[in-house]
């Protein structure tokens, strides 16, 4: 199974489990006025747009409901939910290792899932 596939399932099953989740496309493209002769584009006064959260942010972002107890008794707060989706063989790199580090110890759920199984375990 692809890792787009496995993205699309874990995305399905999050939200199906209650939390809401995002795909989250990072990388860097060019804008500005374009032109197109053939199979050439010019664009011209040309910016960088960067896309995504941050380098290293993970493919589904969003938050998952908790219901907290005593001093918020009924309450329910979202908490920062990233999954960083890898096929069977695929690795994280050290910037989405990172990213996955700083989300949980400001308290959020963060973690790498290959399958839905895992991800579910993880927002549990």
Avoid: Y
């Amino acid at each position: 199974m692809t890792e787009k596939n496995i993205q699309s399932e874990i995305h399905m099953a999050l939200s199906k489990a209650g939390s809401v989740i995002f795909r989250n496309n990072t990388g860097m493209a060019w804008q500005g006025k374009s032109t197109r002769s053939g199979n050439i584009t010019l664009i011209k006064d040309a910016r960088p747009l960067h896309a995504g959260l941050c380098e290293g942010s993970s493919d589904l972002v969003g938050w998952t409901p908790i219901i907290v107890t005593q001093d918020m008794v009924g309450e329910t707060v979202a908490i920062f939910t990233a999954i960083e989706v890898k096929s069977e063989k695929g690795r994280a790199t050290s910037e989405q290792l990172n990213f996955i580090s700083k989300v949980k110890q400001a308290g959020g759920i963060a973690g790498i899932a290959r399958s839905t199984e895992e991800a579910l375990q993880l927002v549990k």
